[in-house]
Structures are given as C-alpha cells and as structure tokens.
C-alpha cells in the first residue's frame, strides 16, 4: 500500500512540476510568438498535455509487464 502511496505522489510531483517546460517545437514557437502570451501558454499545455498520454500508456503496459514477470518467476 505505501509502494502505491509513493508510486502516485511522485506522478504527481512530476505533473506538478512539468508545467512550466517549454515543449515546443521550432513551428509551434513561431506560430506561438504570433499568438501572443495567453494562446502561447494554452498552446504549451496542450503540447505537454498531448505529450503525457503515449508516455501514460506505456507506462502502464510497463507496469502490466512487469507484474506478470514478477508472478511468474515467483511460482
């Protein structure tokens, strides 16, 4: 239970934290400096946003892969 604990408080140390990078690419900092600095930080977001759902599905099959390789080397 405290693996969990551990486990969500660090995911959401990193969310908490992963706002303030700039994940943009060479276009996307062009088409946000033409925005302006409201729809250039929604762009942003939506950037890291897009961002963390491959890395939450790979994580998870990771996760799912892992557990079965534990189980199975325990019988």
């Known amino acids: 239970m405290t693996k969990k604990i ?3 408080g660090l995911i959401l140390l ?3 934290l992963s706002n303030p990078i700039l994940a ?3 276009i996307c ?3 946000a ?3 302006g600095e409201g729809p250039a930080a929604a762009l942003n977001s ?3 946003y897009l961002a963390f759902t491959p890395f939450a599905i790979v994580a998870f099959i990771g996760y799912k892969w892992w557990k079965n390789e534990k189980a199975i080397n325990q019988d």
């Open 46 to 48: 939506a950037i890291i």
């Open 6 to 8: 551990y486990l969500l």
């Open 33 to 35: 400096s033409q925005l």
């Open 14 to 16: 990193f969310v908490g």
């Open 29 to 31: 900092t062009k088409t």
């Open 24 to 26: 943009q690419c060479s």
